[in-house]
């Protein structure tokens, strides 16, 4: 019984790990009948679900990779809390990158958005690293950002 629960506590993590996030909201994004999934053809959201993968996913995992290959971290599972820091930052930078991308093709405005929020929110735990002593002060602080981004959201559509 045991096995069982640990099986399903690692297969619910790997699904909605944060790298492979982006890439799930993306093909929901598309998959609801909306005004991106029909303003964007179908060819163009596979190419930008290409896009996603590779830059919030594929690129940060290959950068964890050759961190721990120069002895940066220490393990590829950034079991160690400092090494988190630079992953972080190399997934923060393909973000970066994503947005502009985005932002280039004139894509609707909805898409660039959520991926400057991913953005926003992989800065966050940056800041609550740095700032913030536990866990609970870090789920009180991600509540209040979430709220306020919301608010932001909405006002500008």
């Known amino acids: 019984m045991i096995i069982m629960k640990n099986f399903w506590a690692r297969l619910i993590s790997a699904v909605l790990h944060p790298l492979i996030m982006p890439s799930i909201a993306m093909v929901i994004?598309?998959?609801?009948?909306?005004?991106?999934?029909?303003s964007v053809s179908s060819q163009a959201q596979r190419l930008i679900l290409?896009?996603?993968?590779?830059?919030?996913?594929?690129?940060?995992?290959?950068?964890?990779?050759?961190?721990?290959?120069?002895?940066?971290?220490?393990?590829?599972l950034l079991d160690e809390r400092t090494d988190r820091i630079y992953p972080v930052l190399v997934s923060v930078f393909f973000y970066l990158f994503t947005y502009y991308l985005f932002r280039q093709a004139n894509l609707p405005s909805v898409m660039s958005y959520f991926i400057m929020g991913a953005?926003?929110?992989t800065l966050d735990w940056?800041?609550?690293?740095?700032?913030?002593?536990?866990?609970?002060?870090?789920?009180?602080?991600?509540?209040?950002?979430?709220?306020?981004?919301?608010?932001?959201?909405?006002?500008k559509i």
């Open 29 to 38: 994004l598309f998959a609801i009948p909306s005004y991106v999934s029909f």
């Open 50 to 76: 290409v896009i996603v993968f590779i830059n919030t996913c594929l690129a940060p995992l290959l950068a964890i990779f050759f961190l721990k290959r120069i002895g940066v971290i220490s393990s590829v």
């Open 119 to 121: 953005t926003l929110l």
């Open 126 to 155: 940056l800041y609550s690293y740095f700032l913030l002593e536990d866990q609970y002060t870090y789920d009180i602080h991600g509540r209040i950002y979430r709220i306020s981004y919301r608010c932001f959201f909405i006002t």
